[in-house]
Nanobody, 125 residues
């Protein structure tokens, strides 16, 4: 059974940084496009960032609101994808979800095959 396990969420000061990790039990991890989505209370899940499968060049893409502040990366040897969050702003606290899609490129949640359980990011005042 495929599992995606996020970690690294927690309480962070406004303007601060943290790194989220997602470990995937995918046998062919390098063939998957990996993404991060987030969900605010009462709202739909929204796309944050994705990194294409390694054969596709590992291209990264981001939603406009996080460009220049977030960085997605992957380590195929560890079956892990990361999301570095810098300069946390008031829109960033949410539950962050890791997702996997076999090949291809997508920013729509319904296009992804596997999901993690989510990790919360909250901001301290």
């Amino acid at each position: 059974q495929v599992q995606l396990v996020e970690s690294g969420g927690g309480l962070v000061q406004a303007g601060g940084s943290l790194r989220l990790s997602c470990a995937a039990s995918l046998r062919t991890f390098s063939y998957y496009t990996m993404a991060w989505f987030r969900q605010h209370p009462g709202k739909e899940r929204e796309f944050v960032a994705a990194i294409s499968w390694s054969g596709g060049g590992g291209t990264t893409y981001y939603t406009d609101s996080v460009k220049g502040r977030f960085t997605i990366s992957r380590d195929d040897a560890k079956n892990t994808v990361y999301l570095q969050i810098n300069s946390l702003n008031p829109e960033d606290p949410a539950v962050y979800y890791c997702a996997a899609k076999y090949f291809g490129r997508a920013t729509i949640s319904s296009d992804y095959n596997y999901w993690g359980q989510g990790t919360p990011v909250t901001v301290s005042s």
